[in-house]
């Protein structure tokens, strides 16, 4: 194994956007048929790596080698013929075309009068299916297929361009559980075929189970590359940010606060069933289970975007019926939605109107009118209190950083005074430090009365910050525990089980 | 493992026949065509002489020119664009070709072939503002539209050509029957020439890999441009068709009326548009057929003629092209979130 | 990549190209409207300058008169534009509403009314013109919140369906004879402003002031750019598309007063060629046609700067088929401008050296 010719070597590469170093002399190889974590924080330079392998920017130094020969200069299409293929979060794909279409796509989409042959695509698609092992409906439009289909329609189409080495960003975002091992599954037949495949993400995730190894990057340098079993998620996480993130355990007994939120057999077909559980004021609740477990459906219906078919919810010992959301903020709920770039923030408009947008009705004098400058204090007040960093109120959200993007999404939410606040993965694509931030802001709530439920994928976050945490698998609850009586291991173990 | 493995494909294999009726039942086509059938029965029923061939060929010739023009705007609507000049070239190009014809003499080959032209290259100067300088592509061919139409109103000063060359407005017959009742059904230019267009739109559309990159493009524009289709070469291709077969048009409506009136075509492209999108061209693009547009063409000429011979007012029909589109566009979007809400869960999750 | 490259050398040259118009276009967006009023500023003093006659009362006053039909529709499509529609039914909109009013107060008035039951039938059209719009605006507004269609499909079948109603019943003629106490107000002036200009900038002061200090008008602008995200910020996006399309159709109904007084009838037909004119003045003004943004203040410069070009050529002795040529001209150049305006600050820093690394 040792003795064998990398598929791919860099040696000393280095790009530089400008003044910017995105890339600082990365020495780096995959190996024939290995399965590789790549891992780092945002922005770290992992995508500029793909992107320069891939053939889109040209390295600035160093040279890039495919089986020990040199192959700059590159570009895509090259990098292509060299067997590189790039799955990318979007997966690319055409929606509106079958699926044997897109997988396919690099034999029919050259020349503009090349006469489409169908059953040469067909044909195709199936012979690249079969090597993994899978049937799909090819004549199916993609956007009738769920995410994994959608995923393994991408992995196809690598596979039908001859990929050699397979580059899959952020892979399992999307996957439940039994999903992921049907990816791993396919994974483990590329490997075997002699395809490599380097899984980039921000974390270390359920890929390491058969990944060989795994290379950490910090600030545009490659930090080191180790077996996959010399690491965990600890040691990775110090890893990427440099920094010792002290995950001490905050869990307090509040079971002497009032109840502030009571949740009884709540169901709704299809997505939860029979959930009861007490979030007591002051009380940090997490929530933690696979991705479709029906964690982000319940905290929908508890902001009264859909509607529970049984059972019922009670905030401060009063029944609540929501028809909609508007009237859960009434109420005095608050939701933070998992996806911030679509869901969170108004990304075009300005960081003032986002922050005023839940109480905007409220800021109006008795003709209607909103004067500019209550505005502009109130939103002025939320960004000091919070600590966000911005160019100017009317500079537009999309300006800033992840990690003050969700501040902004918080202090829209915070204006509105609420209750009980929820939060779903709030601190997803927020580097390491604005996670840190988003936790003390949680536990300064906490602190003041607010009932928080959070929830999230990361044990290690729900340890850091909660004071319970509830378990729901399949539409369940199926556990309640301390943080602490239990360990993180021990938690991710009953997640994943 | 590979019991695990083939869950993915399981669920669609399993109910094979099913789902090919559901995806049947999804298309706009069937149920357009079902609408139509509908419609004819009740026409035939209730106006004797609707179903009978001089009326149909008739209906079919009257909605040729229209027809052509659809099949242009179908490539550009489909390429993720939309058009609203295309009305505007037709005339410019009628009224130039018209022009060179009658005032200059020039032989036909080289009259058809300047009208084309001019109609190509004004698709191709939309193309041009709306790849390279950026502009919304509504918004540059409103402006484009504007501006040629105004500019051909201004020059002609609103004059018809009514001294169009004879090779030009006699009629071209490729077959013609007499029917039981004694009346002559033709087979005209305008129908083969409908037909002829028609055919090869689809022939790109379906069969050359052109018309897959423009599904493609339509579909998802930054995953084609990630594969390395040609961006720029098929706004070209699709606004430069769409003059093409506008210009064709234009010269087809002079073919039939025998002259060339400027403002002919006043209105024509909301009608036109309408009509696409009746037929399941989508205005986000990547979606639609040709046989789906041209239903949806053969839909509106049906209702118009047979109001008509029901002796409806033709005032009327406009009333009816509303509440069509309104109804239509309505059932499609709400009957297709229905299905999408079942899945909706999994979509949201895809933006993380 | 090579098309990229295409696109980027000839973003460079039309930008050279344009760096003249450019730097005093520079500022004009987003925000303030500097870049318009330089360039309405230039074509004031340009057209002083050639055309005799051309700096005087009589123009002013004539552009007082002929702006305000434009602006009230432009007013009208500009709302539904910032939430990230349109609405193509506003022409049919104004006739159906003129119509009615028109054969309201031509049935209902006999030859010798008295003041008293002339105003009382004039107050009748008006409410029934309003009542009109109310509905059409409540009908439109529901079918794009409700079934969530594109409003430019729903607004075309809109369209469609109004016109074919005033078509069908009106036989295609036109309704004249409007009571002489209405248009002697209407077509009057009030120290030498024409009344109709004062009835645009109530109009447009209003609209403005909805749509910049009310929270109904902020909600306008965050759907236009993101409407999931409006929703899951508790604000009831559906009732505000109702209320857009509901202000846009009531705007209607004071462009029909309007036409009313200019025109003394209706036909359905009228005005028919400013519907996409009011799309191009938007445009201009520096609305987004995606939605999100566009102010008042920037739509009246834009109309300001067609209506002085239209006042020139006509006085110049141009046709107005010239006009609506250049208007569209215009369009495509500022638009194209704004475009390249990002382009500008970077093109030849970051843009260039990305494509030497790309090319390298």
């Known amino acids: 194994m040792e003795e064998e010719v990398p598929f791919l070597r860099l040696s000393g590469l280095s790009k530089r956007f400008g003044g910017v170093r995105a890339l600082e002399d990365i020495d780096w190889d995959v190996r024939p048929g290995e399965v590789h974590c790549l891992v780092g924080e945002n922005g770290c330079g992992k995508s500029t790596l793909i992107k320069t392998v891939a053939g889109v920017h040209p390295p600035s130094a160093g040279t890039i080698e495919i089986e020990g020969k040199d192959v700059l200069p590159l570009d895509p299409a090259k990098a292509k013929a060299l067997g590189i293929q790039v799955i990318f979060q979007d997966l690319s794909l055409f929606p509106n075309l079958s699926v044997a279409e897109n997988i396919a796509v690099e034999s029919h989409l050259d020349g503009a009068l090349k006469p489409v042959r169908t059953g040469q695509m067909k044909a195709i698609a199936r012979r690249v299916l079969a090597r993994l092992d899978l049937t799909l409906d090819l004549s199916a439009l993609v956007s009738d297929l769920s995410v994994a289909e959608r995923q393994i329609v991408a992995i196809a189409r690598g596979l039908a361009a001859q990929a050699r080495l397979i580059f899959m960003d952020e892979p399992t975002a999307s996957l439940t559980r039994a999903e992921v091992d049907r990816l791993l599954a396919i994974v483990a037949r590329l490997k075997a075929d002699g395809i490599a495949v380097v899984f980039v993400s921000h974390r270390l995730d359920e890929v390491v189970e058969i990944a060989e190894r795994v290379t950490v990057m910090r600030d545009g340098r490659k930090v080191g590359t180790w077996p996959v079993h010399e690491v965990d998620q600890r040691r990775i996480a110090h890893l990427m940010t440099g920094l010792d993130i002290d995950h001490a355990v905050v869990a307090r007994d509040m079971s002497a606060a009032p109840p502030l939120l009571e949740v009884r057999n709540l169901s709704r077909r299809g997505e939860f069933a029979d959930v009861s559980f007490t979030l007591r004021k002051g009380e940090v609740l997490g929530l933690v289970g696979l991705l479709g477990a029906g964690r982000t459906e319940l905290a929908l219906t508890l902001f009264g975007m859909s509607r529970a078919e049984g059972g019922e919810i009670l905030l401060d010992g009063k029944p609540l019926v929501l028809r909609s959301n508007r009237e859960a903020v009434r109420a005095g709920i608050a939701y933070v939605s998992e996806d911030r770039l679509s869901l969170g923030v108004v990304l075009p408009q300005s960081i003032e109107d986002n922050v005023n947008l839940a109480v905007m009705k409220g800021l109006a004098n008795r003709f209607g009118l909103i004067p500019p400058r209550r505005r502009r204090q109130l939103a002025g007040e939320w960004v000091k209190r919070l600590a966000i960093k911005i160019p100017g109120l009317d500079r537009p959200v999309q300006t800033l950083s992840g990690g003050n993007q969700q501040r902004v999404v918080l202090a829209k939410w915070l204006a509105a005074a609420p209750k009980l606040l929820i939060l779903d993965s709030p601190t997803v694509g927020v580097d390491i430090k604005n996670k840190q931030g988003i936790y003390e802001v949680v536990a300064e709530l906490a602190a003041r009365g607010v009932g928080v439920l959070l929830i999230s994928d990361e044990v290690s976050e729900v340890f850091a910050t909660c004071d319970r945490v509830l378990h729901m698998r399949a539409g369940r609850l199926v556990g309640e525990t301390v943080p602490g009586r239990i360990s993180e291991h021990e938690m991710e173990e009953r997640i994943y089980a | ?352 | 990549m090579a098309e990229q490259r295409d696109a980027t050398t000839s973003l460079a040259e039309a930008q050279s190209s344009l760096s003249g118009l450019m730097t005093r276009l520079r500022g004009g967006m987003p925000g303030g409207q500097a870049g318009l009023i330089g360039l309405l500023v230039v074509l004031v003093v340009v057209f002083s300058l050639f055309i005799p006659g051309f700096a005087s009362v009589g123009t002013l006053q004539s552009f007082m008169f002929q702006l305000p039909l434009l602006g009230l529709l432009s007013l009208a499509m500009v709302v539904p534009l910032i939430t990230g529609g349109l609405n193509l039914a506003i022409i049919a909109t104004t006739n159906q509403c003129a119509l009615l009013m028109v054969w309201i107060m031509n049935s209902l008035l006999v030859p010798d009314a008295g003041v008293g039951a002339t105003l009382g039938v004039i107050a009748l059209a008006m409410l029934a013109g309003l009542a009109l719009c109310l509905v059409i605006g409540l009908v439109t507004g529901a079918l794009v919140a409700y079934t969530g269609v594109h409003p430019i499909l729903v607004t075309l079948g809109t369209k469609s369906l109004i016109d074919g109603i005033s078509i069908y019943l009106t036989r295609g003629r036109a309704l004249s004879g409007v009571p002489e106490i209405l248009s002697s107000t209407l077509n009057g002036s009030v120290f030498g402003v024409p009344v109709i200009f004062l009835i645009l900038i109530f109009a447009a002061v209003f609209v403005g002031v909805v749509l910049k200090r009310t929270a109904f008008g902020i909600a306008c602008a965050m759907i236009g750019s993101n409407l999931e995200a409006t929703r899951y910020s508790a604000i009831d996006v559906k009732r505000v598309l109702v209320g857009v399309y509901t202000m846009s159709s009531l705007t209607c109904f004071v462009a029909a007063l309007v036409m009313v007084a200019t025109f003394n009838s209706a036909s359905a037909d009228y005005a028919q060629s400013y519907l996409l004119v009011t799309i191009l003045a938007a445009v201009l003004g520096g609305v987004d046609p995606f939605g999100g943004f566009g102010t008042i203040t920037g739509l009246m410069v834009a109309l300001s700067v067609l209506q002085v070009i239209s006042s020139g050529f006509n006085q110049f002795g141009l046709s107005n088929y010239l006009t609506l040529a250049i208007w569209g001209a215009t369009l495509i150049v500022v638009v194209a401008a704004q475009t390249l305006k990002p382009y500008l600050g970077d093109i030849f820093s970051l843009r260039r050296r990305d494509q030497q690394e790309k090319s390298a």
């Open chain 2, 1 to 352: 493992m590979p019991d695990a493995l083939s869950v993915a494909g399981a669920v669609p294999h399993a109910s094979d026949g099913r789902a090919g009726l559901t995806r049947l039942r999804r298309r706009p086509e069937f149920w357009l065509l079902l609408v139509i059938l509908i419609v004819g029965a009740l026409f035939s029923a209730l106006a004797p002489g609707f179903l009978s061939l001089p009326n149909v060929i008739d209906l079919l010739e009257t909605y040729s020119v229209q027809a052509v023009m659809a099949m242009g705007l179908f490539v550009v609507l489909v390429a993720g664009g939309i058009d609203i000049s295309f009305a505007a070239t037709a005339s410019v190009s009628q009224y130039c070709a018209a022009l060179l014809a009658s005032q200059m003499g020039l032989p036909a080959p080289l009259v058809i072939l300047a009208g084309l032209l001019i109609g190509t290259a004004l698709g191709c100067l939309n193309a041009a503002l709306i790849f390279y300088l950026r502009i919304t592509s509504i918004i540059a061919t409103i402006a484009m539209m504007s501006v040629s139409f105004s500019l051909l109103m201004y020059f002609s000063g609103g004059r018809s050509i009514y001294t169009l060359p004879d090779w030009w407005t006699t009629r071209i017959t490729f077959f013609q029957t007499e029917t039981a009742s004694g009346d002559l059904a033709r087979i005209t230019l305008p129908i083969v020439l409908m037909i002829v267009v028609a055919l090869v739109t689809w022939a790109m559309m379906t069969r050359l890999s052109v018309g897959r990159q423009l599904y493609a493009m339509g579909g998802n524009a930054e995953a084609a441009r990630r594969i390395g289709v040609p961006i720029a070469r098929l706004h070209f291709v699709a606004y430069g068709y769409l003059g093409f077969t506008a210009a064709l048009a234009g010269m087809l409506q002079a073919h039939r009326v025998g002259e060339s009136v400027p403002n002919a075509f006043a209105n024509t492209e909301l009608a036109v548009l309408s009509a696409a999108v009746l037929g399941g061209a989508s205005l986000t693009g990547g979606i639609g057929t040709v046989p789906g547009v041209l239903l949806g063409i053969v839909l509106l000429a049906m209702l118009q003629n047979g109001l008509n011979l029901l002796g409806v007012s033709s005032y009327f029909f406009q009333i009816v092209i509303g509440l069509t589109i309104l109804v239509s566009t309505s059932v499609t979007v709400i009957s297709s979130r229905r299905g999408r809400r079942l899945r909706g869960i999994g979509e949201a999750s895809t933006h993380g």
